[in-house]
């Protein structure tokens, strides 16, 4: 059953605990290291940043957040894959009331500010296939995405 909540919930603040915390200490680390040279007394020529990317999660909840008038995590460009036995949360991390619609589906709900929307199976509402969605009071702004539902 959905489930839409007008404010952040305890499991959703638990659940960004731990990303916070590593990007902490990611951070620390970076600058940590930013004052560290090589021990030949050479310089760094390379105004290069580096850039470190973590795997995806395939398990617990598959998490899309409507944010700045654009769904992070299901962008057109990405191949997101998503288990049809993972949970599916929607959340809107903005002041403006936000919807999520799936084309060709009669899927369509909307969010309030800071509101989120819950599904503890994703296959309990979409067949495995591949699937475009988008708000519809802000398509028109970019805010659409895209996902592929797996077995």
């Not at 916070?20 to 310089?43: E, F, N, P, Y």
């Not at 009331?97 to 599904?119: C, K």
């Not at 199976?121 to 539902?149: E, I, Q, W």
Request: charged share 15%; aromatic share 8%.
């Amino acid at each position: 059953m959905d489930i839409v909540t007008g404010r952040a919930s305890a499991s959703r603040l638990a659940r960004s605990l731990p990303l916070r915390l590593a990007l902490g200490v990611l951070i620390a680390a970076a600058l940590g290291l930013s004052g560290c040279g090589s021990r030949s007394g050479a310089t760094s020529t390379s105004d290069t940043p580096v850039v470190i990317v973590s795997p995806r999660r395939t398990t617990g909840p598959f998490v899309v957040v409507a944010v700045n008038y654009h769904f992070h995590d299901i962008h057109p460009e990405d191949q997101n894959l998503i288990s049809q036995n993972r949970p599916f949360i929607v959340q809107n991390d903005t002041d403006n009331l936000h919807n999520f619609t799936v084309a060709g589906t009669t899927i369509s709900f909307d969010i309030p500010p800071e509101g989120e929307v819950e599904w503890s199976r994703v296959g309990d509402h979409l067949k495995p296939g591949f699937y475009r969605v988008f708000c519809k009071y802000h398509a028109d702004r970019g805010m659409v995405g895209s996902f592929t539902v797996t077995p």
